[in-house]
């Protein structure tokens, strides 16, 4: 996992009678990434397109039954898992090449043309059943129409035009005599009649198209369906019935246009008027509807059983399918040789996999019968960049996969991913410390490793799957959160007194003064781990931990980054790129030590120093005998220091202190570490308050050590590059050679690596290169100088930017701390206080709640996404290049994993 696996570039040539076996076998194998040979050919130029059409054409008709499947309510067989389907070599009836295609082509076109038959016929009996059905409902609404036509008379027309919004309205004075309903007279006026089912939604519209179109010489009832007017699938007909009634041929005609505007299904209601035949006509329909139901009853079932057949096979033959298609793919990437009989690839594999895959190919002969003909062999002499690829488990996974969404590592490059896996628990652990929290987050990472079998169900959620995926991950940020937090001697924000604390207060009132049990630098003083749980409870809590936790994000970050800066130095002398080791690496990181590490060591000198006894260095209050405390300068003019000079208020504490390292103070007060670090730079040469001889010489030298350190970084790999273009322009002239190229550009490792080729080189001829050589001279040697001024600025600001980001650890350290002190003083101890039950359980129901949604759920996010920054901005940009490829070799695993059904 330190650097990526060792790859060739091999040459594979076997016949064509042969390639469909090797190519499965090396599938089978996964561990050979072809490239395409023919890239001058478009895809449907290629050798084996029909062969392609012909299982998309497969893949069309297996989508198709699964949707009839899905559309029936019926689960698709699981196939079983992908390693046994890929082991066993499964196919049909052993049928392998184009005869398992066609094989399977012809199970489906059978199973496709019998669904499309049945569901052709199954559309047309619902439509006819739902005709059926409409027509019953609208034959039993028809009885309240009986009569309607006659038993409108000419005198009562002004009534009938009064609006009914159940019944429907009279538009105009039809004319009817007053004679009884029912009762018929030669006289009378006789009306035609429409009748139909439209929406319920363009009742409305209609009825306003109708008396509109027709002026109101029309007569108009509406009835809703009843609630058991169902369709073949059971579902409401949500449609109300019409009748018409009119008197003119030009009328109807109008009418029959707006009905199939509307799409208004039209039934004859010609026997309106005559009951009996009515009655007949009802009892027809309905024996109609009845055998029309029966019929699609059987339809359905037929087509059940069909489904039923095919979803116990549809997901192995989607994997067969497939798996055959990236076959031809894969074959389509090979180039024929003259003769056309043989067939020539190249890709690269893992150099252990050499023997394996050569062992494929003679497998593939052997089970065709066939005399082991095919070669593989390794080309020398590539420039093509090998791809990255690194063997991960369960644990690195999810870590690899953080550093490769940054970039994939360049190949052989050190892969940051190594560290990540331990570094990222760990800074996330800095910022979320906390016992209890930290428990919760593991148990949480452990539950999701006792049941990650689920992780391979099908159709899990996508973000489940992915929590699954980082189940190691969660664990181990838990428990880097639960370690930080007993550094913190914090659990839900409270102090814990795991092993007896070392300081004792004076009583237990409020501002009582605590008074360590054992003298200063006594051992058995210091707490057994983490702090003491005396500074939970203490005033000065907050300036302590902010002081410990701040010093601490400055160390680990100049750790990080400088453990960066000698990564790169690594990769720098593995890759034998020496420009970049003399002028790169070494002034960064003596520059970053010179300033950044010498920060550190000041934190931990001003930590080692017992600044009690310095300070009683400096204290003019001994007495002539020496002793300290035995004189005060306010009872006495004058006391004696440490060496016994005499000393009163007015003498400097540089006169009384007797270190003599300079400054103001002579080493006997405790620095400003900032003000320290500031004046480096500001005030060179002078130190306000040294901590050991010879602090100021030897910050005047670090000073000076970084000062060069900027000039040696920007000028002298342009100036070194330069010579190099300089000396190659010398050879151009001399042997007439390739001209110049730019080093710095492609990285230098064209000349250097032996084993990778640069992906980034120029690809221009030999011949164009000679002919512009001057003028590509001075433009490469421009852009070095400007991508060398821009590096140089990049690194110096970065340093100072990227040492104030990690700062970020103990900001949200103290947010967390913070916000679960609130979380616990209002939202619980209030409660508790009250020794109110109901309270109590209210508060702790609150206080539950928020600290699940806030500290538990948004404050591991933020946690998760600085701690990433941290390792892609911080970390990686000290070394990481991140401009490689990932290896993705043909393998029947990856193919079959992707083909899902829809």
């Known amino acids: 996992w330190w650097r990526s696996e060792d790859m060739t570039y091999v040459s594979i040539i076997f016949s064509e009678e042969a390639a469909l076996s090797c190519i499965r076998e090396l599938g089978n194998l996964g561990c050979l990434q072809f490239t395409d040979l023919n890239p001058d050919l478009t895809p449907f130029q290629r050798r084996y397109v029909a062969f392609i059409k012909k299982c998309d054409e497969i893949e069309r008709k297996i989508r198709y039954v699964n949707g009839e499947v899905k559309k029936m309510g019926i689960p698709v067989q699981a196939a079983g898992s992908v390693q046994n389907f890929v082991e066993n070599n499964s196919g049909l009836d052993g049928a392998s090449g184009s005869q398992l295609l066609e094989t399977l082509e012809s199970r489906l076109e059978l199973f496709e043309q019998q669904l499309l038959e049945l569901n052709k016929y199954s559309n047309k009996l619902t439509e006819e059943y739902a005709h059926k059905v409409e027509f019953h409902h609208l034959l039993i609404k028809s009885r309240k129409f009986l009569g309607e036509a006659t038993s409108i008379q000419r005198s009562e027309a002004d009534s009938l035009t009064a609006d009914n ?58 009835s809703a369906l009843s609630e058991r007017a169902l369709d073949a699938a059971g579902n409401h007909i949500d449609k109300v019935c019409f009748i018409v009634f009119y008197k003119s041929s030009a009328i109807e005609a109008k009418i029959k246009r707006i009905c199939d505007a509307f799409s208004a299904n039209r039934y004859n209601l010609s026997d309106l008027n005559r009951p009996q035949e009515l009655e007949y006509q009802q009892k027809q329909n309905h024996r109609e509807m009845n055998e029309a139901k029966s019929v699609l009853d059987k339809n359905t079932e037929t087509r059940l059983r069909i489904c039923v057949d095919a979803a116990a096979n549809l997901e192995e033959w989607m994997w067969i399918v497939r798996r055959e298609k990236s076959i031809y793919h894969t074959l389509n990437l090979f180039k024929n040789d003259v003769a056309r009989n043989l067939l020539r690839g190249r890709g690269w594999i893992l150099t252990s996999a050499i023997p394996q895959a050569r062992g494929a190919l003679k497998k593939a002969h052997v089970s065709i019968n066939l005399h082991p003909t095919a070669m593989m062999e390794p080309v020398g002499n590539t420039t093509a960049t090998p791809p990255t690829h690194f063997h991960t488990n369960k644990y690195t996974w999810a870590f690899q996969e953080f550093v490769n969404t940054y970039g994939i590592p360049r190949y052989q490059e050190i892969n940051p991913a190594l560290f990540t896996a331990a570094t990222f628990p760990f800074l996330f652990g800095v910022m979320y410390g906390d016992i209890g929290h930290g428990t919760i987050l593991a148990l949480a990472g452990l539950y999701l490793i006792l049941t990650e079998s689920r992780a391979n169900d099908r159709g ?159 204290t003019c209050g001994y007495d002539i005998n020496g002793v300290l405390g035995m004189c005060n300068l306010g009872t006495n003019e004058f006391c004696y220091s440490s060496t016994g000079l005499k000393c009163d208020a007015s003498t400097p504490l540089a006169d009384v202190c007797p270190l003599d390292y300079g400054g103001t103070g002579d080493g006997c007060q405790p620095p400003n570490l900032i ?15 040294p901590m050991f001889y010879g602090q100021t010489g030897l910050q005047t030298v670090l000073m000076l050590v970084a000062f060069l350190c900027v000039p040696w970084l920007l000028l002298v790999k342009p100036y070194m590059i330069h010579r190099q273009q300089a000396a190659e322009k010398r050879r151009h002239e001399v042997h007439g050679g390739h001209g110049a190229t730019n080093p710095l550009l492609s990285d230098h490792e064209e000349e250097h690596e032996p084993r990778v080729g640069d992906a980034a080189a120029d690809s221009s001829s030999a011949e164009s290169r000679a002919g512009e050589h001057d003028h590509h001279e001075e433009h490469n040697f421009s852009e070095v100088v400007i991508h060398q001024a821009i590096e140089t600025i990049e690194f110096v600001l970065g340093m100072v930017s990227n040492t104030a980001s990690y700062l970020r650890l103990w900001a949200l350290s103290l947010a967390h701390t913070q916000l679960a002190m609130v979380f616990w003083n209002k939202a619980l101890l209030s409660m508790i206080e009250t020794n109110n039950p109901v309270l109590v359980f209210l508060g702790y129901a609150v206080f539950a709640g928020v600290t699940f949604g806030v500290l538990l759920a948004m404050d591991v996010l933020e946690c998760f996404l600085h701690a990433l920054r941290l390792h892609w901005v911080e970390f990686q940009n000290k070394f990481y290049r991140a401009d490689g490829y990932k290896f993705q070799p043909f393998d029947f695993k990856a193919v079959i994993e992707r083909a899902v059904l829809e």
């Open 460 to 618: 899990m959620d996508e973000m489940l799957a992915g929590i699954y995926s980082a189940r190691y991950m969660l664990l181990a940020m838990g428990v880097m959160a639960m370690y930080a937090g007993l550094v913190y001697n914090d659990y839900f924000s409270l102090g814990l007194d795991l092993f007896g604390s070392k300081y004792t207060f004076t009583d237990e009132t409020d501002g009582a003064e605590a008074t360590p049990q054992y003298p200063y630098g006594d051992p058995r003083g210091v707490y057994t781990f983490g702090a003491d749980p005396a500074w939970k409870i203490s005033g000065n809590e907050l300036l302590f931990f902010n002081s410990m936790k701040m010093k601490m994000s400055v160390i680990l970050g100049i750790t990080q980054m400088t453990f960066g800066i000698f990564l790169k130095g690594l990769n720098s002398y593995y890759f034998n790129a020496k420009l970049d080791l003399y002028c790169e690496f070494l002034p960064m990181i003596l520059f970053d030590l010179s300033l950044f590490g010498y920060m550190v060591v000041l934190i931990f000198v001003k930590w080692s120093i017992d600044w009690n006894e310095r300070m009683a260095l400096g």
């Open 165 to 222: 919004p159940e019944n429907g309205f009279a538009m105009t004075p039809m004319g009817a005599s007053t004679e009884e309903k029912g009762v018929y007279h030669a006289d009378d006026m006789t009306f035609s009649n429409i009748a139909g089912v439209i929406p319920s939604a363009d009742r409305v519209r209609f009825e306003r198209m109708l008396y509109r179109s027709t002026r109101g010489n029309c007569y108009v009832r509406f």
């Open 675 to 689: 003000t320290t670090l500031i004046n480096i730079a500001l005030k060179p040469g002078s130190v306000d308050e």
